[in-house]
């Protein structure tokens, strides 16, 4: 934080907007007035940026009438949930970018936590939320990761580690506590970037089920009365901002849950268009469709926005670029990076044409936001698979569609492959730029671990180039699948990785 002092300024809670005038900043609702009738796991930026300022503004049209109880998915996050315990669940969000041509600025109080609860210190108090008569939903973010099996032993008394573990006892105390009544079943809304995300949250959920003997009564229950509603969230929030002590010196006050998101966002939900009367996110105006199937949304996103970003974040880190912006502006790499996405992605998205490109349209707005300082370091975690999940199948797509490789989805293949040279500084695996500098590499250690022992082979002289990409593109434990034999590719990596070393030298 900036040394400005913050110190000196009251921070931001009940008492303090109690004292002083803070003029249009106050919440225009409290949500202490409201009964809780959503639960959270997750306190992070981005639901705050998201669904809870959906649900203030539900509240703040006087349709949703309810508050939420927030609860961190991991033992780390008890500081943020510190943070917002002392400030009374109020935050400030700042919505800023450009939006059809023109800059924007929004400023505004957020109200819509009511209790603030650690599973890891109040796991009685967690567990009694499935007694509250009022709660219908509950929503999630606790990255992709979050969503995931583990085995763990049956102990009802202890918090279990995962989020899927927690959600299945808490289910049950719901069942039991309510005698299987059918309409106490929950809606279930993870926001995680999964495919099919709720999908996969109760298949997990039905696994700890059966690996603990719940009965049979329970489990038609969970399947039946439960909605585990497939969603695809869509915003770029990037949290505190660095010129944060500037607005405290205008409000009086400090926020240290200052939140940033861009004007963009848009949620697609997988179900009936009548549930919005149980959420009434459309009826309240905002950009929130229920949809029979989330296909399509998934694709255009995945592909068109998260494809696009996996492929400038590793020609740029490749290349110095830093930020979404700077690569999108930049004199050589900005025109290939759009080029790649109107010619190599967007014809491959199974929309009709005109829907994809207002879409690219709209993303290319995003991208030179500049008020978002979006880092290219953050969006190249986990590389390998995102390249897998967002990109590779356009290259394939694009391959068997015209008979010849996309240039830019390749050369941004070949930038991976140049960039995850990976080697260890002070325990963490690093890459290196063309011109030297280390990139930090965080992604799954058993495919750093591959990558290393390849580059060493070639380091060795055990191994050519040549042989190097070959391993590479055939390592199932990478791609899933063998890309060498997709006709041309390695030679055409290989291609781009000569070029790369004839730069840097």
Known sequence: MDTMREDTLPLLNRHTLEQREAGKLKPETDARSYPVRALQIGEGNFLRGFIDWMLFECNRQGLFRGSVAVSQPRPGGKYKLDQLRDQDGIYGLLIKGIQNGHEIEERQLISIFSRFIDPYSEWETFLSMAENPELDLIVSNTTEAGICYEEIPWTPSEPPATYPGKLTMLLNRRFEHFR???????????????????????????RHADDWGLSDAFRKWLDECNMFLNSLVDRIVTGYPDNAPEYFREWGFEDRLLNTAEPYYFWAIEGDPSLDGRLPLKAAGLQVEWVPDLSPYQIRKVRILNGTHTLMALIGLLHGVSEVREAAEHPMWGARIREAMLNEIVPLVPLPPESAKLYADAVWERFLNPFIRHKLGDIAMNSVSKFRVRLLPGLKGYADQYGKLPDVITLALSSLIRLYEPHQIDNQWHGTRLDGEPVLLRDDPDALAFLHDVWQKELRGEWSRLERVNAILGSELLWGEKLNDIPGLVQSVHRNLQEMERKQS
Not at 180 to 206: H, S, T, W, Y
Request: with cysteine; glycine share 14%.
């Open 180 to 206: 299987g009544d059918p309409g106490k079943g929950l809606m279930i809304m993870p926001c995680e970037l999964l495919e099919r995300n709720g999908d996969a949250l109760k298949a997990i959920v039905l």
